[in-house]
C-alpha cells in the first residue's frame, strides 16, 4: 500500500518529491486505507455467502478477493487523509505529528500548503481513474466535509453552540468520520453491490 501511494504522488519536482517522500515514509498506522480493505473483503464474503453475483466480473482481483479498484480507494483515501493533517498541522501551528517534526515545521507553512494541495489533486486524478461518478461524488463531499468540520472546530471558540454533543459530534463525524464512511460505501459501489448493503 505504502508502495502504491509512492507511486501515485510521484514527481519531477524536487520540492514535492521530498515533502511527499518525507509523508510516506512514516510509517503510520494505516488504519483508514486498512477498514477499506476490511470492509472490501467483508462485502465480498457476503455476496459469496449470499448468492449475489457481481457485475463487474471484468475488473481484476487481488489474492484476496479485494478488487483493483478497491486497493486504488484505500490508497486514495490515505491521500486524503494525509493531505488533510498536513493542513491542519498549519492550521494548527503545529510543530510535531506523531514525535516528528510536521511538514510545516520541516519545509515552511506555503510548502506545506501547496504539499497538500498536491496530494489532494494526485488524489483527485487517481479518483478520476476509477471512472465511477458515484465514488467521485462520494469522496469529493469527503473534501468537503474536511473543510466544514475545521471550519467548525475554528469557529467552535466563538459559538454559544460549541459547547453541545451535537456540535462536537457533528464536527467530529465531518473532520474524521466522513472518510471513513463514505470510503467504505465507495468500495461498495466500486464492487456492484446493492445500496442496501
Known amino acids: 500500500l505504502a508502495e502504491n501511494v509512492k507511486s501515485l504522488v510521484a514527481t519531477d519536482h524536487p520540492v514535492l518529491a521530498t515533502v511527499a517522500k518525507y509523508f510516506f515514509d512514516l510509517s503510520g498506522k494505516r488504519f483508514r486505507p486498512t477498514i477499506i480493505l476490511l470492509i472490501s473483503r467483508a462485502l465480498r464474503a457476503h455476496a459469496l455467502a449470499t448468492g449475489y453475483t457481481f457485475q463487474s466480473t471484468s475488473q481484476s482481483k487481488s489474492e484476496e478477493d479485494i478488487l483493483e479498484s478497491q486497493r486504488r480507494l484505500a490508497e486514495i483515501t490515505e ?67 474536511l473543510v466544514r468540520g475545521e471550519i467548525m472546530q475554528m469557529k467552535a471558540a466563538l459559538s454559544s453552540d460549541s459547547n453541545s454533543f451535537n456540535y462536537y459530534e457533528t464536527k467530529t463525524y465531518l473532520k474524521t468520520a466522513s472518510l471513513i464512511a463514505k470510503s467504505c460505501q465507495a468500495a461498495a459501489v466500486l464492487a456492484d453491490h446493492p445500496p442496501h448493503m
Do not use: P, W, Y
Open 79 to 145: 491521500m486524503i487523509h494525509t493531505a488533510s493533517i498536513v493542513h491542519d498541522d498549519v492550521i494548527d501551528f503545529a510543530d510535531t505529528r506523531r514525535g516528528i517534526r510536521s511538514a510545516n515545521s520541516q519545509f515552511g507553512n506555503k510548502v506545506a500548503v501547496l504539499a497538500g494541495d498536491f496530494l489532494l489533486a494526485r488524489a483527485s486524478v487517481a479518483l478520476a481513474r476509477l471512472q465511477s461518478c458515484d465514488v467521485v461524488e462520494l469522496l469529493s463531499t469527503v473534501i468537503e466535509d
